[in-house]
């Protein structure tokens, strides 16, 4: 991994004092898990359906499939990837009615985030700092990170970031796993092949087992009768507007303060609440194709770094894979709060991986993603009637909480940049 110092160059280091060796502690990292998840899932269990409202309509996909032989791509379009079958069936195998549905599910979010935890800790140089650092990412995001499949698929990225210096094609097949749950893990697959620097490492560590993990979930959702359904969830998104949330209705939420005209709305048709108007379907309409604009610019700036700086290989993997997780964010007309649960893996990984050449590089963004996160709590689930009435405290505190994802992308895109302008010298 890149800004691994040499050994000659590293220097005496000096005994950790009381409060460091207790925090490299496994029994008190394992404690901090422990204390860390139960406050969480206590926080859920009090918000009820505010937090588990999505997984109850996971449990009745479920349950109707195991019923009926009815199944979501199947048999009918869903929202989400075939994948997503996997994570929304499990709980439902072992468990009888809508409690022990919830219980299993959190449950398994808990379990996958101990096997996360434990691959960052033992992978790691520093894991144990990038431990406690995602333990507090989860205290300021909240107990929303249990309650969608964002809790499955982030510690999916987590893992795949932490081996993919060691063992990319590994990286790869699980975070294309995770992109047929949820398409956010894709980010670290065109984070992984833009930073290949040969052909031959391409098609062996990312083409390859990107389409065997593909091909195995396409072919099973194929012989169970998908047909065309198995890509329906691309064009799921097209007949939405701006979700309230979203980057870019900031400007109409804060419109409100002023302009009673600027209305928000309920959506009974896939339950979220809409910008109404139709400068904001002009806006939505915008970001259908600005989105994937967006990370193709990303990936075509790591593919050239990559190439000036195979010295920062592992660094701007990370920096790539941050930035297009928050590009899929910002530019995203869906601006639900469980998304933000993506940015907190890269921040995690990096302190974990990096060396002394570049820890400050992370230290600054990984302020700025814990009050990202702490935001996001604030207005979901704690404030949200308050914020969709219009309350100004709560319309400002989104509102910085979206400007802080957009200095977050920019912050990293213009990392990205500088890393390779350093590299390709004066010229």
């Known amino acids: 991994m890149s800004g691994v110092p040499s050994t000659q160059t590293t220097p005496a280091r000096r005994a950790p004092g009381p409060l460091g060796a207790a925090l490299r502690s496994r029994w008190l990292l394992a404690l901090g898990f422990v204390a860390v998840h139960a406050w969480v899932v206590k926080q859920a269990i009090t918000w009820g359906y505010t937090i588990y409202g999505d997984v109850t309509l996971y449990e009745w996909w479920a349950r109707n499939g195991l019923s009926t032989g009815q199944w979501p791509v199947l048999d009918y379009d869903w929202v989400y990837p075939v994948g997503a079958l996997v994570p929304v069936t499990l709980p439902a195998l072992v468990t009888h009615g809508l409690l022990g549905y919830e219980i299993a599910w959190t449950a398994m979010v808990v379990a996958l985030d101990a096997v996360a935890t434990v691959v960052l800790v033992r992978s790691t140089p520093r894991g144990v700092l990038g431990a406690w650092w995602w333990f507090a990412f989860l205290l300021c995001l909240g107990p929303i990170f249990l309650g969608r499949l964002d809790g499955v698929v982030a ?13 990319p094609t590994l990286a790869t097949a699980v975070a294309t796993a995770g992109a047929w749950i949820k398409i956010a893990p894709g980010a670290v697959v065109v984070a992984l092949a833009a930073t290949r620097a040969r052909w031959r490492d391409l098609l062996r560590q990312v083409v390859v ?4 993990v593909s091909a195995v979930v396409v072919g099973l959702a194929l012989a169970g009768g998908a047909g065309q359904r198995a890509f329906s969830v691309f064009g799921q998104q097209e007949a939405r507007t701006l979700q309230a949330e979203s980057v870019f209705a900031t400007w109409f939420s804060v419109a409100r303060l002023w302009d009673p ?45 990559a190439r000036h700086r195979p010295d920062h290989a592992g660094d701007v993997l990370l920096l790539s894979t941050a930035a297009l997780l928050l590009a899929l964010i910002v530019f995203n007309k869906v601006g639900s709060p469980q998304f933000v649960a993506w940015i907190g893996p890269p921040l995690a990984a990096a302190l974990a991986l990096a060396g002394p050449g570049t820890r400050r590089m992370w230290g600054p963004p990984a302020v700025g993603v814990l009050l990202a996160a702490l935001g996001t709590q604030v207005v979901y689930p704690v404030a949200y009637g308050e914020f969709l009435a219009g309350e100004p405290a709560m319309v400002v505190i989104e509102a910085l909480r979206n400007l802080a994802l957009v200095v977050l992308l920019v912050g ?12 390709a010298g004066p010229g």
């Not at 510690?155 to 063992?167: D, E, H, K, W």
């Not at 309920?266 to 990370?295: C, K």
């Open 155 to 167: 510690p999916l990225i987590l893992v795949s970031l932490v081996v993919a210096a060691r063992r």
């Open 412 to 423: 990293a895109v213009w990392r990205i940049a500088q890393l390779g302008r350093d590299g």
């Open 209 to 212: 087992p990107g389409a065997v």
């Open 261 to 305: 005209s600027v209305r928000i709305d309920y959506n009974d048709v896939i339950f979220t609440y809409e910008v109404q108007g139709d400068a904001a379907r002009q806006v939505a309409s915008t970001l259908d194709w600005l989105l994937p604009v967006a990370v193709l610019l990303i990936a075509a700036l790591t593919w050239w770094t």
